[in-house]
């Protein structure tokens, strides 16, 4: 699963590298992004415009769920998409790319869960695959799949992360039926983690020292 991940690379290189325009809010860096809190995502244009940046609150309510039932879904399995009433509806209609620089798993070591930070290509920022909800609240949930056999010895899941390839086609028309098998493989792409402090259990705590290495 996804259940934590940072965003703090500086806008300008944002923009530059996912080729967007400029949000229409206030970027605030984040070192400890939660479930509930509002995500930079980027959602495609109708009538052939270039996909744009998008706040989306992280966890998805469906449209016809009522008010303050069930929690908000911040994950959803890639294996069975097509088939959950909530996402099959989405699948197809509704994809979005969710910007993060990293994320967070807790792995658990003699019994006792400890938290660890993950980055690809040396931190550089990079897209979750995601689904969101377009309604008078927007939401959005983080796409996992089975773990790589990097990921496997910290958690059995891990999201799916496009590459630069892969994300027009996300956000493209293609079924879904035929764009998965173009989903990018994880195996031996270029992931890095160290251990870091519990400061980032709290979505309270939202500072650098949450992604520093533990001595």
């Given at each position: 699963?996804?259940?934590?991940f940072?965003l703090?690379?500086?806008?300008?290189e944002?923009v530059?590298?996912?080729?967007?325009?400029?949000?229409s809010?206030?970027y605030?860096?984040?070192?400890?992004?939660?479930?509930t809190?509002?995500?930079?995502?980027?959602?495609?244009?109708?009538e052939?415009?270039?996909?744009?940046?998008?706040?989306?609150?992280?966890?998805?309510?469906?449209?016809?769920?009522?008010k303050?039932?069930g929690?908000?879904?911040?994950?959803?399995?890639?294996?069975?998409?097509?088939?959950?009433?909530?996402?099959?509806?989405?699948v197809?209609?509704n994809?979005?790319?969710?910007i993060?620089?990293?994320?967070?798993?807790w792995k658990?070591?003699?019994?006792?869960?400890h938290p660890?930070?993950i980055?690809?290509?040396?931190?550089?920022?990079?897209?979750?695959?995601?689904?969101?909800?377009d309604?008078s609240?927007p939401?959005c949930?983080?796409?996992?799949?089975?773990?790589?056999?990097?990921?496997e010895?910290?958690?059995h899941?891990?999201?799916?992360?496009?590459?630069?390839?892969?994300?027009?086609?996300?956000?493209?028309s293609l079924?879904?039926a035929?764009?998965?098998?173009?989903l990018p493989?994880?195996e031996?792409?270029?992931f890095?983690y160290?251990r870091v402090?519990k400061?980032?259990?709290?979505?309270?705590?939202?500072q650098?020292?949450?992604?520093?290495?533990?001595?």
């Amino acid at each position: 699963m996804c259940g934590r991940f940072t965003l703090y690379t500086p806008l300008d290189e944002i923009v530059e590298r996912f080729s967007l325009g400029a949000p229409s809010w206030d970027y605030v860096p984040s070192y400890n992004v939660a479930p509930t809190q509002m995500v930079f995502a980027v959602v495609p244009e109708q009538e052939g415009r270039a996909p744009s940046p998008f706040l989306l609150r992280w966890g998805l309510t469906p449209a016809w769920q009522k008010k303050g039932a069930g929690r908000p879904l911040i994950n959803a399995r890639l294996e069975t998409l097509a088939e959950k009433p909530t996402f099959r509806g989405l699948v197809n209609t509704n994809r979005c790319l969710i910007i993060a620089d990293g994320f967070y798993e807790w792995k658990t070591e003699n019994g006792e869960k400890h938290p660890v930070y993950i980055t690809l290509d040396g931190g550089k920022p990079f897209a979750f695959a995601g689904l969101w909800e377009d309604c008078s609240s927007p939401s959005c949930t983080i796409v996992t799949q089975a773990a790589s056999s990097f990921m496997e010895p910290i958690h059995h899941r891990m999201p799916v992360i496009l590459t630069p390839e892969t994300e027009p086609l996300w956000l493209s028309s293609l079924p879904f039926a035929e764009l998965a098998p173009l989903l990018p493989d994880q195996e031996g792409r270029s992931f890095r983690y160290h251990r870091v402090s519990k400061l980032v259990n709290s979505p309270r705590n939202n500072q650098i020292e949450c992604i520093m290495p533990l001595e």
